[in-house]
C-alpha cells in the first residue's frame, strides 16, 4: 500500500505550513499529494504551485470538478501540467452534488453518470490527441447552435501521456460500477474495510464491463490518522468533519455521503445528525456521530490500536492511503505502514 498527502481545499485562505508538508511527504517517499476544490480555491493551481516545488511526487486532483470546466478544458489543464512536471499528473474526476453544480456553477445536475461517460470520452479523445467531436447530448462538440462555423478541432499540445491516468469520485454502487468501467482508479470519500466486499461487487460489476480488470487499476482513499491514547478524544477530531458530510454537504434527500453510512447501517445515526446540523444545531450534531462509525472510516486512537487496525486496510481494495497532518503525523503514517 502506497502513502498520499492530502491537501483538499482552502478554508478563507492557503493554511499556513503546506510547504512543509509537501516537501516532508516528498522526503519520505511518499508516492502522491492530492489537492481538491468545492466553491473556493481551485484543484490545478496549488497542484502548479506545489508541483514546482518537487521532483518526484504525482500530483493527483481529488477531486475536479465536471461543471468548472468542459472536458477538453479539463484536459488541457492536465496535459500541460503533466508536460511542466514530467509526467506526474493522477486526474482525479467527480460530478459533485446539485447544490455545488447547480447553485456554484449554474450547470444543470440530473443524468451524473450519463454526464460522466461522455465526458471521460472526451477526456480520452482529447489526450489522444484526436479531432474531438461528440454527439453529446450533455457536451456537444461541434456545437450544434450558434454561428455554426465551429469544427472539430484537435490539441495543438502533443500530450508527454496519452495514458494519463483518470480516477472516478464515486459513492454510491452505480458511480463505483462506472469507474471500474471507464476509469483507471476509483476516489472513494468514505470507505470502510469491514464493507469491502460491497465496493468489490460494485467494481467487478464495471470491470466486467470492460472485459476485466485493467493492470494498475487504483483505489486512492483518504483517511483520518489522529494518534492519541484517548480515543474518544482522537475521534472528536474527526467528528466535526463528518458532521459537516453527513448533515450539512447536501439536502435532504440528496445528500451522497449521508446514503454511504446509511448503507453501512447507520441510518438511524445519520437522520438525527442531519436534523440537527440542518436545523442549525450544529455541535449536538458533532456529538451525535458514533466512535463506532468514526472508526469505520478513520483510524484514531493509541499507535498500538492503529497498528492493529491497519492489516485490515491493507488487505482492502484501497492501494494508496492519502492522510493529512503535520510532518510529524506524516512520518508517523510512514512508519507505521513501513511496520
Known amino acids: 500500500m502506497k502513502l498520499g498527502l492530502a491537501l483538499g481545499y482552502w478554508g478563507a485562505g492557503p493554511p499556513p505550513g503546506t510547504d512543509e508538508q509537501v516537501a516532508t511527504a516528498e522526503d519520505l517517499g511518499f508516492d502522491s499529494l ?3 476544490e468545492a466553491y473556493g480555491s481551485d484543484a490545478f493551481t496549488p497542484l502548479s504551485w506545489y508541483g514546482a516545488r518537487t521532483s518526484r511526487i ?20 492536465a496535459m500541460t501540467l503533466d508536460h511542466l512536471s514530467g509526467g506526474r499528473v493522477v486526474l482525479g474526476i467527480g460530478a459533485s452534488g446539485p447544490q455545488v453544480v447547480e447553485g456554484w456553477y449554474g450547470q444543470p445536475y440530473p443524468k451524473p453518470l450519463a454526464r460522466t461517460r461522455e465526458y471521460v470520452q472526451i477526456l480520452r479523445a482529447t489526450i489522444a490527441r484526436e ?19 465551429g469544427k472539430p478541432l484537435r490539441s495543438t499540445i502533443h500530450p508527454l501521456r496519452t495514458n494519463l491516468p483518470i480516477l472516478l469520485a464515486a459513492e454510491g454502487p ?5 469507474a471500474g468501467e471507464i476509469a483507471d482508479g476509483w476516489q472513494p470519500l468514505f470507505y470502510a474495510p469491514r464493507h469491502d466486499a460491497h465496493y468489490r461487487a460494485a467494481l467487478d460489476e464495471g470491470f466486467a464491463r470492460r472485459g476485466g480488470r485493467p493492470d494498475g487499476f487504483e483505489v486512492v482513499n483518504m483517511v483520518q490518522l489522529v494518534v492519541d491514547d484517548d480515543v474518544e478524544a ?21 445528500n451522497f455521503h449521508y446514503e454511504v453510512f446509511a448503507r453501512m447501517g447507520y441510518e438511524d445515526a445519520c437522520a438525527q445528525i442531519q436534523e440537527l446540523y440542518l436545523g442549525g444545531r450544529k455541535d ?38 492519502v492522510v493529512s497532518g503535520t510532518p510529524d503525523t506524516l512520518r508517523l503514517a510512514a512508519d507505521l505502514l513501513d511496520g
Do not use: F
Open 174 to 178: 452505480k458511480n463505483v460500477a462506472l
Open 58 to 77: 504525482k500530483l493527483g486532483t481529488s477531486v475536479a470538478q465536471m461543471s468548472a470546466r468542459t472536458p477538453t478544458a479539463t484536459a488541457m489543464a
Open 234 to 254: 482522537a475521534a472528536d477530531r474527526v467528528r466535526p468533519m463528518l458532521a459537516l458530510y453527513i448533515g450539512g454537504m447536501g439536502a435532504k434527500g440528496a
Open 284 to 321: 449536538e450534531a458533532i456529538a451525535a456521530v458514533p466512535l463506532e462509525l468514526v472508526e469505520q472510516v478513520a483510524l484514531v486512537g493509541p499507535r498500538a490500536k492503529i497498528a492493529e487496525e491497519l492489516p485490515a486496510w491493507r488487505d482492502s481494495l484501497v492501494t494508496t492511503l
Open 34 to 36: 492530492w489537492t481538491a
Open 131 to 149: 479531432r474531438v467531436t461528440s454527439d453529446g447530448p450533455h457536451y456537444p462538440i461541434p456545437y450544434a447552435g450558434g454561428t455554426g462555423l
